[in-house]
């Protein structure tokens, strides 16, 4: 079965503080995401990932930046966590292209990291 | 842009009925996917169903079932034969020639007995 993990559950931040969020995948997948999750308004994409140290801005990176040095984490980090940024986040990846178009792919998701900043 | 609109919030349903969820959506792409995702309480965002724009054919999956209306993009979600595990926030998506999907509000979805 295919597994994506998230580092935390739960965290909670304060203002101002760095904060890392972590995801690993176990199936070798090529590309990576991450959303925000808030109710009201469904999942928004803030960055993605097809390979290796490539990234692209997604609907809403501002104030989010990430990082993929391999091919199975892909991080995303707050730089300066505000209280807007309190929401579920979630990583997914998906498989690589098999003959139909790789938007066709199923994309995994991990358990969610609820975070909150205070 | 693309865009997915999930016009109802809520829906309850009794267990053994059949409940329909709505969805429209918006792509200037000639070629796309549409697809229903699940994500049941303080659980993992698993698939549900998925369909191909191309394929006039409506896609199934056991109880799972679509009306893909392409002209009028609609891709409405049957369940038949509700199950109490069918309780879960039920989100429309769709993905264009990018691998990105963009995701409609979500609609909760309570199976009652």
């Known amino acids: 079965d295919v597994k994506v993990t998230q580092s935390s559950r739960y965290l909670v931040k304060r203002t101002g503080e760095k904060v890392f969020l972590e995801c690993v995948q176990d199936m070798d997948h090529e590309n990576m995401f991450w959303y925000r999750q808030d109710p009201g308004l469904g999942l928004r994409l803030i960055y993605f990932s097809y390979d290796v140290k490539m990234k692209e801005k997604g609907d809403i990176p501002e104030g989010y930046s990430v990082s993929r040095e391999k091919k199975e984490r892909f991080s995303l980090i707050l730089e300066s966590a505000s209280t807007n940024q309190t929401s579920m986040y979630l990583c997914?990846?998906?498989?690589?292209?098999?003959?139909?178009?790789?938007?066709?792919?199923?994309?995994?998701f991990g358990p969610g990291t609820r975070l909150t900043v205070l | 842009a693309q865009t997915v609109t999930q016009s109802q919030p809520e829906m309850s349903v009794q267990e053994a009925e059949t409940v329909t969820l709505s969805c429209t959506y918006d792509?200037?792409?000639?070629?796309?996917?549409l697809f229903w995702y699940k994500q049941p309480p303080s659980r993992q965002m698993i698939l549900v169903i998925r369909q191909e724009a191309y394929k006039q054919q409506n896609a199934t999956e056991n109880r799972f079932s679509v009306n893909f209306q392409k002209a009028a993009k609609s891709f409405s979600l049957k369940i038949s034969d509700s199950q109490l595990g069918d309780t879960a926030m039920y989100f429309c998506a769709l993905t264009g020639t990018a691998s990105k999907l963009t995701f409609g509000t979500g609609t909760r979805l309570q199976v009652t007995l």
């Open positions: 792509t200037s792409e000639n070629n796309y996917y």
């Open positions: 997914a990846s998906t498989p690589p292209t098999s003959g139909l178009s790789s938007s066709y792919n199923e994309q995994f």
